[in-house]
C-alpha cells in the first residue's frame, strides 16, 4: 500500500519562499508520476506541478511558472515543491499524490490514485 506523508507548510509573508516535501512509502518510487495539488478556502482542488517517474518531465501551471520548483530524490523517495516569491493568492492546503507511470505525464486531480493528507501554506500580505 502507498503511504505520502507531506511536510513545510506553515505561515509565510508574501515574497517569502517554503519547501514541501513529500514522502513515498509502500512501493518502488521511481515507477510513480507525482504532482502537487493545492485547494485554496472554498475552492475546487487543482493540480499545480507534476513529475515523470524518471524526474525528466515536468509541468507546471501557468500560475506557478518560474516561481515554483518540482523536483524529486528516488534514492530518499522523496518529492520536492519549491515554492518562492510566494502571493496571498498561494494560500490553500497543499496536497502531493501519486500514479502509477505509465508514460504519459498524466497528472489531473481524477488521475491520481493515492493522496498525503496536505499540508496547510498561509502567505499573508
Known amino acids: 500500500q502507498v503511504q505520502l506523508v507531506e511536510s513545510g507548510g506553515g505561515l509565510v509573508q508574501a515574497g517569502g519562499s517554503l519547501r514541501l516535501s513529500c514522502a513515498l512509502s509502500?512501493?518502488?518510487?521511481?515507477?510513480?508520476?507525482m504532482g502537487w495539488f493545492r485547494q485554496p478556502p472554498g475552492k475546487e482542488r487543482e493540480t499545480v506541478a507534476g513529475i515523470g517517474g524518471s524526474g525528466g518531465t515536468t509541468y507546471y501551471i501557468n500560475s506557478v511558472k518560474g516561481r515554483f520548483t518540482i523536483s524529486r530524490d528516488n534514492a530518499k523517495n522523496v518529492v520536492y515543491l519549491q515554492m518562492n516569491s510566494l502571493k496571498p493568492e498561494d494560500t490553500a492546503v497543499y496536497y502531493c499524490a501519486a500514479t502509477r507511470d505509465s508514460g504519459v505525464l498524466r497528472i489531473r486531480v481524477s488521475d491520481m490514485d493515492y493522496w498525503g493528507q496536505g499540508t496547510q501554506v498561509t502567505v499573508s500580505s
Open positions: 509502500g512501493r518502488t518510487f521511481s515507477s510513480y508520476n
